[in-house]
């Protein structure tokens, strides 16, 4: 037997304790390790810094008093290195060591913050967070009682509130993608839609732009979100939106924004037209669609939008009549910088941030109120928008915003003279 077997298998139990102290452990040396390797940086950037008499203004100072953190592997016991920085800013003050992996007054992890939200919109009530989280994280999980968690839920309604409120006026969104999202109220007879829009800056970055209690996905539901964010003062509207075609969005959108151009998302749009397939076609029909978004210019688009017609009208008219009434809709990003139409094609970033908690059925199971849900939509995307990728090529969203039109992806003409 190699050094490497285990002579006697233990109980699950047993097994399971094991994995889970060998997951711990390896995280609080993995973090000791990290934090080494920062202060070690911090010290080597620092190390011509002398005083006077030719002694380091920036040394080691031992280790800090123990810490717990609470993160995905369970609860860390940590101390931390210390720095003594001797040196003076600008103005006199001592200069002073935070560490960007663990810093003064962290309690838990922004990974922890990420899974309250989620586990509420899965249904899970604040009295029965304690039992869910130690099931997660081990039993001795510090500072996640049903009466801190509800304090947490206060603070991040404020934060809601406040954000809901934010002044726009400085705010221009070259894209946009809107959404309606469903969920489940314990005490409201009707699901629960959640309007979500979030847009592309002139320097490429993604942001939210609204979250809103909204009935059914109506146009005036839509309505009263568009209107919200011209009193905020979102005065010069969008040049592109991009969503699913059974939004009420899109009757409010034309009423507000008359000038937009309109992209319909698709992923609804394939999913959509496959639900009216038999599942023996339904590759080679998904095959045939991604021909035509995935064509290189409009041209050869509409030959691959004509293929799939000819192909499947006879048979599936339901889907086909699916596909074609957006058909103008679906290839509006090829008047856009072939760059952009990852981004423009799709609401993925939406999709992909709600694929863990949306559409849900059972009513006993959801959220305890509207208020409640909202927020914690709120606190889901806001932490997920840090991992939402940057558009790429800034300059031709300038272009974009300059009217210079493109064709194919391609700049055309830039100098109306």
Not at 4 to 11: H, M
Not at 70 to 84: D, F
Not at 397 to 405: A, D, H, N, T, W
Request: hydrophobic share 35%; aromatic share 8%; charged share 30%.
């Amino acid at each position: 037997m190699d050094k490497y077997s285990v002579e006697k298998q233990g109980s699950p139990e047993e097994v399971r304790i094991t994995l889970d102290e060998v997951i711990h452990n390896g995280a609080v040396e993995m973090l000791k390790k990290a934090l080494a390797v920062e202060i070690a940086g911090y010290l080597e950037r620092h190390e011509t810094d002398r005083d006077k008499q030719g002694y380091a203004m920036v040394t080691r100072n031992g280790y800090g008093k123990e810490r717990r953190v609470t993160t995905g592997a369970g609860e860390l016991k940590i101390r931390a290195p210390r720095v003594n920085d001797r040196r003076l800013d600008e103005d006199g003050n001592r200069q002073r060591f935070k560490s960007s992996l663990l810093p003064p007054f962290l309690r838990r992890t922004k990974n922890m913050d990420e899974l309250f939200p989620v586990l509420y919109l899965k249904g899970i009530s604040t009295g029965d967070f304690e039992e869910a989280l130690e099931a997660l994280l081990g039993k001795e999980v510090i500072g996640l009682s049903a009466s801190n968690i509800t304090r947490l839920k206060r603070v991040w309604e404020d934060e809601y509130q406040k954000w809901h409120k934010q002044d726009l006026s400085e705010k221009h969104y070259v894209y946009i993608w809107v959404d309606g999202i469903y969920f489940n109220v314990r005490l409201d007879s009707e699901r629960q839609c959640i309007l979500v829009m979030m847009g592309a800056t002139a320097n490429g970055k993604k942001e939210l732009i609204a979250v809103e209690d909204g009935y059914r996905e109506s146009k005036e539901s839509w309505q009263t979100l568009l209107r919200d964010l011209k009193t905020r003062g979102l005065s010069v509207p969008p040049s592109i939106a991009t969503g699913d075609g059974a939004l009420g969005f899109w009757a409010a959108v034309r009423e507000e924004w008359p000038n937009i151009d309109e992209q319909r998302c698709w992923k609804h749009k394939t999913a959509n037209v496959l639900d009216k397939m038999p599942k023996s076609i339904q590759s080679r029909a998904k095959s045939m669609i991604h021909d035509i978004y995935l064509a290189e210019t409009k041209v050869s688009a509409d030959k691959a939008f004509d293929a799939f017609i000819n192909e499947f009208e006879i048979k599936y008219k339901g889907a086909v009549s699916c596909l074609k009434k957006d058909r103008d809709a679906l290839l509006t990003f090829y008047d856009y910088p072939a760059q952009h139409w990852i981004h423009l094609r799709t609401t993925n970033p939406i999709e992909s941030t709600f694929a863990t908690v949306r559409l849900r059925t059972k009513k006993t199971k959801g959220c305890g109120s509207r208020i409640a849900t909202l927020t914690m939509v709120f606190k889901l995307v806001q932490s997920a928008q840090k991992r939402w990728q940057r558009l790429r090529s800034k300059n031709l969203i300038i272009k974009v915003l300059e009217g210079i039109k493109f064709e194919d992806g391609i700049i055309v003409k830039e100098d109306a003279a």
